[in-house]
């Protein structure tokens, strides 16, 4: 079995078994070597976004003192929910292993699908309302943003 994804259903177990949240865990690698460690650590730190992915990208990049994973891999338990998903395309690793299915999630109780359905959604028909409130000034943060010559692109 692969040491890195055997690493990640290891911290699966680690931190149900401690109370700290939900059976994930995932490991980001870089060159061989582990850069990046993460277990569900949603209820114990009153954090929704403290999946296992999260946690390890964010441990990852202060390892490596950038906001960007190119040259990483991650590996996962479970397939990434949506919240996750995305983030790991903002933190761009190269490629992602993971070992059980959302389906698999889903029969524990972790049913991330109806998420990906409102995703595909228009926001105005989604479950949770989302108003648009076109804004003055709103815009002006964006052309501030684009005359910006100290900006780090990501
Ligand atoms: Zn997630």
Known sequence: ???????????????????????????????????GRGHNRVTSSHD??????????????????????SGCELYTSCEPCPMCLGAIFWARPDRVYYACTHEQASDA??????????????????????IHLPTEGAQAAFDEWKRNEAKIHY
Do not use: W
Not at 5 to 19: K, P, W
């Open 1 to 35: 079995m692969n040491q890195y994804i055997q690493e990640a259903i290891e911290l699966s177990f680690q931190g149900q078994r401690a109370g700290l949240g939900g059976p994930f865990g995932a490991v980001i690698v870089k060159d061989g070597v582990i850069i």
């Open 48 to 69: 929704p976004t403290a999946h296992a992915e999260i946690v390890a990208i964010r441990e990852a990049c202060t390892y490596l003192g950038t906001h960007q994973l």
């Open 109 to 130: 109780g972790f049913d991330d699908s109806f998420i990906y359905e409102q995703v595909a959604l228009p926001p105005s028909e989604r479950g949770l309302p989302m």
